[in-house]
């Protein structure tokens, strides 16, 4: 059976208000406090359907959050995919061509091919070069507990844990292995590397209000914990934290790839457990309270089945 449509509660309205930033590069918005303080970039639409970060780059814009000290970068990032919405197809815009959120290599930025994402990339490569602190806003296809994404470099580490919202990490030790991703470009993906934290927040489910809700709130958290804006006091203390880390990244290999079972996410195998069959090759887990996360709501050969973790 073909999966179930998704519930639309969150609009997506036009975003050509927002083209004309002052950076010189479309849909980036650069606002300089005259204290010193850190440069952080918030990025939205990495993906075309994950409207979540829409939803806090705008209020960001909207609301008049300007820094106190330092920097403030906020960006949309692939906006021609987002304009490619349809409502009967609400999946289908999440790239035109290219994974914008694997393209962020020197080997891909500065190599002969072309498409709208390499085109935006290379674009938005000198913005997110520049900033020192980095939060890029994704959703989920599923309707799971949000989660943080992030190389496991202690930086990273201690900025999600004083944070505390999502209360969920999911930790890279040695990357996606499958592209490279945003929060990796250049210096922010070296761990001796004197860069400052990059991250990515999954926020839930993409077109949910309460995973807009969570992408404002994150947002003004990330700014809050560098200085650039007043802390709310009413943000709670952080409470327990779970952590993941990630063992594989299991692609989609041929048009025959079953999961064993249906999945949402964070179901857990024991050790040689059967997950999924691609065409005559068996994923198993490979350690037991093997957790998987962001398992395809619909495989598609080329781009990832599955990511297979342990908690920590």
Known sequence: MPPTPPLLEVTQPDLSAYRQGNTGVDYVHRFESGQSGPHVLINALTHGNEICGMVAATHLLDSGVRPKIGTLTVSFAHVEAYNAFDPAQPFEN??????????????????????????????????????????DIHSTSQPVAPFWVYPAFARNTAVALAI???????????????????IQHGRHGEDESPAGA???????????????????????????????????????????????????????????????????????????????????????????????????????????????????
């Open 94 to 135: 999440r790239q035109l061509v290219h994974n914008l959120n694997r393209v962020w290599s020197d080997e891909w930025l500065d190599g002969p091919e072309d498409s709208p994402e390499l085109r935006r990339a290379r674009e938005l490569r000198p913005v997110v070069a520049a900033a020192d602190h980095i939060l």
């Open 164 to 182: 505390g919202r999502p209360p969920i990490h999911l930790l890279m030790p040695k990357g996606l292995g499958s592209g490279t991703p945003l």
């Open 198 to 312: 990059a991250m990515v927040v999954e926020c839930g489910q993409h077109f949910l209000q309460a995973t807009a809700d969570l992408a404002t709130v994150v947002s003004l958290d990330f700014l809050a914990h560098f200085g650039l804006i007043e802390r709310d006091p009413a943000t709670p203390a952080p409470g327990p934290q779970q952590r993941f880390e990630l063992l594989e990244t299991r692609m989609v290999k041929t048009e025959e790839f079953r999961f064993a079972r249906p999945l949402l996410g964070f179901e857990v195998f024991a050790k040689g457990e059967l997950i999924a069959t691609d065409g005559t090759e068996e994923i198993r887990a490979p350690c037991d309270d093997c957790t998987v996360l962001m398992p395809a709501r619909v495989p598609i050969v080329g781009r990832e089945a599955v990511y297979l973790t342990r908690p920590l």
